[in-house]
Nanobody, 125 residues
Framework: QVQLVESGGGLVQAGGSLRLSCATSRRIFSTYAVGWFRQAPGKEREFVASILWSDSKTYYADFVKGRFSISGDYAKNTVDLQMNSPRPEDTAVYYC??????????????????WGQGTQLTVSS
């Protein structure tokens, strides 16, 4: 059974910075792309970013390019989402998920096999 555990959510002021972490087993990183999704109240869950940790390939949704950065921490077995200059509209529950990588990244949540429980991020104005 694969476990994904998010941490790092909370309350942050707009324009600040925050890092979310997704902890899982190292074997996931070698064959799965690990992605971040988010779901705001009343909205559908949407893709944020993904990384193939084994070779550091990354993929971002257009709306976070230049503000968020996804990376893998080998020592901690985590995939981190560095969020710079968050905005109130970034307020959501953030989930990490793992997709068995077959050569391309996907933004479709139905393609992801494993999910964490989510962590709440609230950005105040």
């Amino acid at each position: 059974q694969v476990q994904l555990v998010e941490s790092g959510g909370g309350l942050v002021q707009a324009g600040g910075s925050l890092r979310l972490s997704c902890a899982t087993s190292r074997r996931i990183f070698s064959t799965y792309a690990v992605g971040w999704f988010r779901q705001a109240p009343g909205k559908e869950r949407e893709f944020v970013a993904s990384i193939l940790w084994s070779d550091s390939k990354t993929y971002y949704a257009d709306f976070v390019k230049g503000r968020f950065s996804i990376s893998g921490d080998y020592a901690k077995n985590t995939v981190d989402l560095q969020m710079n200059s968050p905005r109130p509209e970034d307020t959501a529950v953030y989930y990490c998920a793992a997709d068995y990588y077959t050569g391309s990244f996907t933004e479709n949540e139905n393609d992801y096999d494993y999910w964490g429980q989510g962590t709440q991020l609230t950005v105040s104005s």
